[in-house]
Nanobody, 126 residues
Framework: QVQLVESGGGLVQAGGSLRLSCAASGRTFSSYRMGWFRQAPGKERDFVTAISGSGSSTYYADSVKGRFTISRDNAKNTVYLQMNSLKPEDTAVYYC???????????????????WGQGTQVTVSS
């Protein structure tokens, strides 16, 4: 069982930056691929980015490439999402998710993640 707790959300003006953190419980954090998803009001939960257990591989949605960076610190059981050049359309609740590295399926689908955090609100004003 893995528990995930996100932090770092808030209100920021367009063009600004935020860094989200997701702290995970457990002693085998490196055994999990980690992802960030987001959900705007009235919309589905969409893939944002993911990272492999070692941190050597990363994946990004086209809409955030070049602006967002995912990273992880396995010693601290934490994954980060650095968000730069924020746009109003980035406004959403951001969720951290974990999946075991031996789980099949694409990293882009919510269905392939075992554990989810409670979410943190990010609001970008124009």
């Amino acid at each position: 069982q893995v528990q995930l707790v996100e932090s770092g959300g808030g209100l920021v003006q367009a063009g600004g930056s935020l860094r989200l953190s997701c702290a995970a419980s457990g002693r085998t954090f490196s055994s999990y691929r980690m992802g960030w998803f987001r959900q705007a009001p009235g919309k589905e939960r969409d893939f944002v980015t993911a990272i492999s257990g070692s941190g050597s591989s990363t994946y990004y949605a086209d809409s955030v490439k070049g602006r967002f960076t995912i990273s992880r610190d396995n010693a601290k059981n934490t994954v980060y999402l650095q968000m730069n050049s924020l746009k109003p359309e980035d406004t959403a609740v951001y969720y951290c998710a974990a999946r075991r590295i031996d789980r099949g399926g694409t990293v882009y689908s919510t269905a392939n993640y075992n554990y989810w955090g409670q979410g943190t609100q990010v609001t970008v004003s124009s």
